[in-house]
């Protein structure tokens, strides 16, 4: 009878010990959750010094992975994406590669800082008969109000004449 006394006083104390460390293990993980995001509404685009507006095409798959401190964001694209500007003013419109297309972004977010990077070719617009007029190609990472690796920005003014002439 002793024994087992002793037998189901090991098992209470076993089971309590690992049902303690599950919780301690589950509550230590990082959450992760999943989501596509379809594109939206047309909305502005800041890159000349008169209207446009930029339509989406093509779906992002978004990884949030939530732990104690920060929060990472990984932006994943779901075949080709696309990004349409049009200057309102006259209707004639560019469309080039969209951002995150093909490689993908990674945010990740804490109180005391904030790293974006971006991999590959994140925007490539190229008018008819003419070379690329506004593009960022190649390594970008924002750590901490800093700036590192190679940012190709092609010729804004030749985009936005592009944009302009009638």
Known sequence: MYKVKQVLAFAALTTGLAVSLMLASSAAAATVTHQILLPGPPEPFYACN???????????????????????LIFTPVGPQTITVTNPANGKSITGIGANSPSGEIIKISESSFVDHLNGISLNFVPPGSGGVLQVIGNVNFADNTFSGRNTSGDTTAFCNYLASP
């Open 50 to 72: 008169f209207p446009l507006i930029a339509s989406f095409s093509g779906t992002v798959q978004v990884t949030e992975i939530d732990n104690k401190g920060w929060v990472q």
